[in-house]
Each structure stands twice: as structure tokens, then as C-alpha cells.
T-cell receptor, first 113, second 113 residues
Framework: AQKITQTQPGMFVQEKEAVTLDCTYD???????LFWYKQPSSGEMIFLIY??????QNATEGRYSLNFQKARKSANLVISASQLGDSAMYFC??????????FGTGTSLTVIP | DGGITQSPKYLFRKEGQNVTLSCEQN?????MYWYRQDPGQGLRLIYY???????QKGDIAEGYSVSREKKESFPLTVTSAQKNPTAFYLC????????????FGPGTRLTVT
């Protein structure tokens, strides 16, 4: 069963605008972690942001913020003030008890000058 | 420097040959993972190991084998039984606890002709 769903295969955003990348997840575990990674064309996976299931506040890291809606099981990534260097694949992931990670299929983001 | 080393970056093999991809880490992480990524696709888990001398199959283990004789090393062998071995292979590690992200190596691009 698909545990992480990213429904946007590709997204476009104007430079300096904000963009939201969607992610929904499925688990019945009380404790889990949610992550976003960026993968540029070079192939490296870059960790962006983390949200714990018990965290009351949405996580933020610089221009990245995670819009965590626990009841809806969603963990959307918001990138503010997009830059050309933000063009990449973005993956949502969940870590469950037992050290297993589950990844979504990714969203390709293109920033337009 | 702490990190994950994957070698080589590019690997070419003839069909019917087994090939071993190297993954070494000095982060002292217990858990190690192998993922396969096809062009434009997400990550699919091949094998993972949570402790030395123990490993579990992921979603696409057929045609692959691993060993975990040392904490630092988790080599992946792509056997001739793997029908479509050409792909990008990523090794990752993680510390204990759901709050910790995976750290990724730079990846190995395997081409089999």
C-alpha cells in the first residue's frame, strides 16, 4: 500500500514567488517522522526539513516550511521566495518505528526566471 | 570528514556479469539502506540493515544480494538474475529514532549493456 503520496508530478513557479508541494501520508503509528529532500540533477539527496508527529508547531528552516496537518495526514512543503537554484526533484518521506523510510514518487519543480 | 562514500560514481558492465557496488560510512550509524532510482522516478528500497550481520529485503530485492559484516560497510551485489539492472543506486544511513533523517551517499550510476 502506498504510504506516501505526492500528486504533483511537475510544478512551475515564478522566481521570487512561493510554491507549495503536496504530500499526504498513511500510517497508524502514533510516532513517526516526516521529511523533505531535494534532489538536483546531480543526483545527490539533500535533507531540507523534518517534522515529528508530536510536534505542535510547523517546522521551518530558512525559506522552507512544512505545513503539517495531522488530522488530514498531510505534510506539504512551502518554499518561499523561489530561486533558480530551487529547480529540482523534491521527495517527501516518512520514517516509522523500526527504522523504515517510505518515499513518495517526487515532484519536479521548475523555477521560471 | 564524516559521510558516506559510494564507489565508483559510474559503472559499466556487460549483461550476465555480477557487479558489486560499494557503500562505506563513518557516521557510526546502525542502519544502512540501498535504494534504486530509475529516470524520473522515486526511490525504491532494495535492502536494509539495522545491525551488523542482519539485513532485510525491501520492495525489490529480487536479483540483488547484500552483506553486513562490518558496521561501516554495506555492499550491494547486482546479480545476473536482475532483469533490468541499469539504474541509479543510492546508499543511505540513519541513526536510531524516528526523528533522524537519512544521510545519502552520492550514488552510483550503473549501466549494463
Amino acid at each position: 500500500a502506498q504510504k506516501i503520496t505526492q500528486t504533483q508530478p511537475g510544478m512551475f513557479v515564478q522566481e521570487k514567488e512561493a510554491v507549495t508541494l503536496d504530500c499526504t501520508y498513511d500510517t497508524s503509528d502514533p510516532s513517526y517522522g516526516l521529511f523533505w529532500y531535494k534532489q538536483p540533477s546531480s543526483g545527490e539527496m539533500i535533507f531540507l526539513i523534518y517534522q515529528g508527529s508530536y510536534d505542535q508547531q510547523n517546522a521551518t528552516e530558512g525559506r522552507y516550511s512544512l505545513n503539517f496537518q495531522k488530522a488530514r495526514k498531510s505534510a506539504n512543503l512551502v518554499i518561499s521566495a523561489s530561486q533558480l537554484g530551487d529547480s529540482a526533484m523534491y521527495f517527501c518521506a516518512m520514517r516509522r518505528y523500526g527504522n523504515q523510510f517510505y518515499f513518495g514518487t517526487g515532484t519536479s519543480l521548475t523555477v521560471i526566471p | 570528514d564524516g559521510g558516506i562514500t559510494q564507489s565508483p560514481k559510474y559503472l559499466f558492465r556487460k549483461e550476465g556479469q555480477n557487479v558489486t557496488l560499494s557503500c562505506e560510512q563513518n557516521l557510526n550509524h546502525d542502519a544502512m539502506y540501498w535504494y534504486r532510482q530509475d529516470p524520473g522516478q522515486g526511490l525504491r528500497l532494495i535492502y536494509y540493515s539495522q545491525i551488523v550481520n542482519d539485513f532485510q529485503k525491501g520492495d525489490i530485492a529480487e536479483g540483488y544480494s547484500v552483506s553486513r559484516e562490518k558496521k561501516e560497510s554495506f555492499p550491494l551485489t547486482v546479480t545476473s538474475a536482475q532483469k533490468n539492472p541499469t539504474a541509479f543506486y543510492l546508499c543511505a544511513t540513519a541513526d536510531r529514532g524516528t526523528g533522524y533523517e537519512q544521510y545519502f551517499g552520492p550514488g552510483t550510476r550503473l549501466t549494463v549493456t
